[in-house]
């Protein structure tokens, strides 16, 4: 059997409205919500405390990567906030991710820590152009093993590093993948991807999708037979 809501919907919508339209069309019960940069820009911490009203935990995808004491005050922020899960950018450095674990570790209910390696719309070429040339996987390693030693809980990664990532960092390290796209659905902006069963099989715990469950005439239906597939 597969644990429950191991899927988190990406809330990408540009207004409340729209948001709150495909909330209300979803099962607390069978997953969680990220809400990222331009939805939470737009409508601030109001509208992640009425989706937490309707039962639905919340992923903070902020990424955030500045100094270590802003950074470490933004997570407290988010801990306030009472959100399940909140990111930054590894490449910030370990600094910056071991205050905001200090941080963290001062609050009763901490949310989980999480830690972004690389993007899932970076190809090789991208790196290359940003003088960080070689493999996406080798600098997704290599930080994931950085944000392991300096306290996250876990990582975002591509679908295709999880085995890798897994391996190297043991079976309490959580891996949280976007790039999950069902047999058949558009890509969209994503590069690296692979299908919800292959990315659970690879070692993934959490699969973050969007436009396959929002974009869905019938999100809930889209939703289940995502699980199904899951338990196929």
């Known amino acids: 059997m597969i644990p429950a809501k191991r899927i988190i919907v990406a809330l990408d919508f540009a ?22 940069k331009e939805l939470f820009t737009r409508c601030g911490p109001a509208f992640v405390e009425v989706l937490q009203s309707r039962g639905f935990e919340v992923f903070l995808d902020l990424k955030f990567h500045d100094i270590p004491n802003t950074v470490a005050g933004a997570c407290a922020a988010a801990a306030d906030l009472g959100v399940w899960m909140v990111n930054l ?8 991710i071991e205050a905001a674990r200090t941080r963290l570790d001062a609050v009763s209910t901490p949310p989980l820590l999480i830690g972004v390696t690389l993007l899932t719309s970076l190809s090789r070429e991208d790196l290359g152009a940003v003088g960080c040339p070689g493999e996406p996987s080798e ?32 079976p309490d390290f959580r891996l949280v993948t976007p790039g999950v796209r069902p047999a058949g659905a558009a890509l969209g902006d994503q590069v690296r991807v692979m299908t919800p069963r292959d990315a659970l099989a690879a070692g993934a715990d959490d699969l973050v999708i969007g436009r396959p469950i929002t974009a869905a005439s019938d999100p809930l239906a889209a939703l289940r037979a995502i699980e199904d597939s899951l338990m196929a």
């Open 15 to 36: 207004t409340e409205s729209q948001a709150l339209a495909l909330v209300e069309r979803l099962d607390p019960t069978r997953c969680r919500l990220k809400v990222g």
């Open 89 to 96: 950018h590894i490449s910030g450095g370990a600094r910056m």
């Open 139 to 170: 600098r997704v390693l290599a930080l994931a093993a950085l944000g392991h030693a300096a306290g996250l809980d876990g990582v975002v990664c591509s679908p295709l590093e999880a085995a890798a990532v897994r391996a190297a960092q043991g």
